[in-house]
């Protein structure tokens, strides 16, 4: 174990499930959260801050206990529920009255129905956005830091943390800040100004590190291990099995606002791959509870062409991802060695879906052809999807007679710079002839 | 009356009213909406694209017949509505069918309970802030435009207009692209970039007018009269009664989201000042169908230093509002001849409130203030609300035994420049030492 210390996560995880030992608390009141329990080899370990099996290095994963659930009073229960992710408290990591703690209270954003989109791709089957840029800070971010909060006033920490480079700056920011918690983010020394401004504005502290977005990560990972890093949560990190469990939100809403059934294909985009396994999750959880039908969903992961490691792997057969060095707009997707990438692989090829990727050109058209036919102006990342989405119909690999669900994860306020082309149709003298003469009426 | 036809607003007028008289269509369906009644003479004219009275040039509103209402079927009916505007559609100008038309749904945001805010104001009464940066577009503009766009479905006009400098031509972009309207907005030439992209990416037509927003309002008039003008809808111009409107739906809002309770004390950002005079009929509405108890409440209006003729109005004891040429970071705000000035003053006296302004520097502070304790990241016209509601507690105008609303209307992204100075609380090089070295701990 001493050896393996000096590796990066591995030396991490033993520094953790040392702690999980240590600290775990049988009192933790996590609602119906019932363990940890490793994704590769079962091992269960108690509710704690901790990530990774001390048997095996997998990662862990909430293990709930729903045994107690009757599906016609949990449907009851959760559409009397608040309008965010809290209506789906009995199924996620977070104590019974988390509706009444402060925080930000993400979700419940729209599902638009995209009859002007499906006419262009051709989609006759039902073609649905869901909109996650209506969350409070305008990503999907705040689904997952919402979770780690709780995990964090649980386990009794005091400051929230994080490493990014842009999204989940402002998540953690902003729901510390309503949370009454100290924040300590950590970004690369030499972002653009912009997304420095969006992560300040909360007032926490924002530390810059000399270094690029491995080194903020290498950094992170040393200060978890260290007396200077008591009590401080890292959404993405010690509390990460707390923090992707938020992703699940997104599926449940879907089959929701569908009416509660579940969509024949989902379109989904892949940072980590996280979010993609943890909607499989969700989906998988309401079969099993009796709340949607249980029949079969495809699920197509989405990357940029300039970070595509998991389509290559998904293209080329393997069941492994080699890493590759990010080169695209898509920052927010901009991962090389991506944690869940082979889970994703296992998903997409065991529900029948795929892993598609588009040029950054094609991200640009996307995002602009969502918004002059739904009004929707999404992130780089929306981009990804949409463009994916039509390439799939293209190339007969998405079938357009199904009911499909594209994901928008993110805002298009945030990544102007990708459609800083877009300008002007014509400029004119303020005279009805300087008006007619450029052709407008 | 001939000699006011010289005088920009009165001309076109005369020219809408003609028109009224020729286009309305006794068959336009827009639910309860009965006539548009003038404001100052109480002429009524039937439905239809004017905005002037024939009679005295005074301002056309819409006038309702709500007779056919029973105060608990109707709250009711409200409850059970879609999570967006369209839950109040029996009190708007639009057809009961209108949440099945394709529009971007705005509304429905969220009522934060500002506890942490509160503390810092002293406020004890209960504070709460109305986030409007929950829209689509993310003001709330979208409420006003989607009114403006079934009043032109409704009159048959295929081309959605109107001048901007801001919020407004993505809030008229957007919703056009979803209906499948065409749009045509005109802008200043000179735009920032940033602003030009925010409203050109829904692919309408965007012109730029060489000269500044008076000469882009004059030529917007001047095209209304004008067969090149035909068929189009100009949201704040042709359709502004149907338009304006769309604001009494954050008074709606507000009360049923405080369990139809009337808050005792509102703070509203004043611009043309006509979203705080139809807050004020909203809640006038609510009382006359008893839907929420009749008991006095107070408005506010905010304004910037920089653009305060109503606050300068207000403090001098005035009846009439003097223009003021704008100076200020709240853009969204700067209206220097706002149209409903005289109503704010007596709506903001009669009720026992005030108008008040702050200094940028002020407007500023505000805005992290709000980001620091709730996590909400306010436009500039955000920063004003919250900052006149700290001076007005100061001066002690401003109850804080009372509950209080405090209106954001838009969102901080719009205005990153606000908050440029914003920044790194350190840089660090990546080792424990020097976080240790930079006093984080």
Redesign the interface.
């Known amino acids: 174990m001493r050896k393996m210390r000096r590796k990066g996560l591995a030396s991490m995880a033993v520094q953790t499930a040392e702690t999980a030992t240590n600290t775990t608390n049988p009192a933790v009141d996590l609602g119906p959260a019932a363990a940890l329990s490793c994704r590769e080899c079962g091992h269960k370990v108690p509710l704690g801050p901790v990530f990774a099996c001390e048997e095996c290095f997998g990662p862990l994963e909430i293990a709930y206990d729903f045994s107690a659930y009757d599906a016609d009073e949990l449907r009851k229960r959760i559409e009397a529920g608040p309008?965010n992710i809290w209506r789906y408290a009995p199924l996620l990591p977070v104590p019974a009255d988390v509706a009444t703690k402060?925080n930000?209270?993400p979700g419940?954003t729209?599902l638009v129905q995209a009859?002007?989109l499906a006419r262009e791709l051709g989609v006759t089957g039902g073609l649905y956005v869901k909109d996650d840029s209506?969350n409070?800070?305008?990503s999907f971010k705040d689904r997952v830091v919402a979770q780690a909060l709780e995990a964090a006033r649980a386990f009794g920490f005091t400051t929230l943390s994080c490493s990014s480079t842009g999204n989940l700056a402002?998540a953690v920011?902003?729901?510390?800040?309503?949370a009454?918690f100290r924040s300590?983010v950590f970004i690369p020394?030499d972002l653009e100004?912009?997304k420095?401004?969006?992560a300040?504005?909360?007032?926490g502290?924002?530390?810059?590190?000399?270094?690029n977005y491995d080194?903020?990560n290498?950094?992170c990972s040393?200060?978890i291990g260290?007396p200077?890093g008591e009590g401080w949560g890292f959404v993405n990190v010690n509390l990460r099995p707390y923090y992707a469990e938020g992703s699940k939100t997104l599926a449940y809403e879907i089959c929701e606002q569908l009416g509660w059934r579940l969509p024949d294909q989902l379109v989904v985009p892949i940072a980590s791959g996280s979010q993609l396994t943890k909607i499989d999750k969700g989906l998988k959880e309401l079969i099993a509870l009796g709340l949607v039908e249980d029949r079969p969903y495809k699920i197509f992961g989405a990357q940029a062409e300039g970070c595509s490691p998991v389509s290559t792997a998904y293209k080329a057969g393997h069941d492994v991802v080699r890493p590759q060095k990010p080169n695209t707009i898509a920052k927010s997707l901009a991962i090389g060695n991506p944690a869940d990438g082979p889970y994703v692989l296992d998903i997409a090829r065991r529900t029948g879906g795929a892993v598609e990727d588009v040029t950054d050109e094609q991200v640009v058209d996307a995002?602009?052809l969502l918004?002059?036919?739904?009004?929707?102006?999404a992130e780089t990342a929306g981009g990804v999807t949409v463009g994916v989405t039509k390439k799939l119909i293209e190339n007969g690999v998405l079938d357009p007679s199904l009911t499909t669900v594209v994901l928008n994860t993110g805002?298009?306020?945030?990544t102007?710079d990708a459609?800083?082309g877009?300008?002007?149709?014509?400029?004119?003298?303020?005279?009805?002839d300087s008006?007619?003469e450029?052709g407008?009426?």
């Open positions: 309008a402060p930000i209270n419940w729209k009859d002007n209506g409070p800070t305008h402002g920011g902003a729901a510390a800040a309503r009454g300590c020394h100004q912009g420095v401004v969006m300040a504005v909360y007032g502290e924002l530390v810059g590190i000399e270094g080194d903020v290498r950094f040393e200060l260290d200077a995002i602009k918004a002059r036919t739904e009004g929707i102006f805002d298009g306020l945030k102007l459609v800083a877009t300008g002007l149709t014509a400029t004119i003298r303020p005279t009805l008006f007619r450029a407008l009426v």
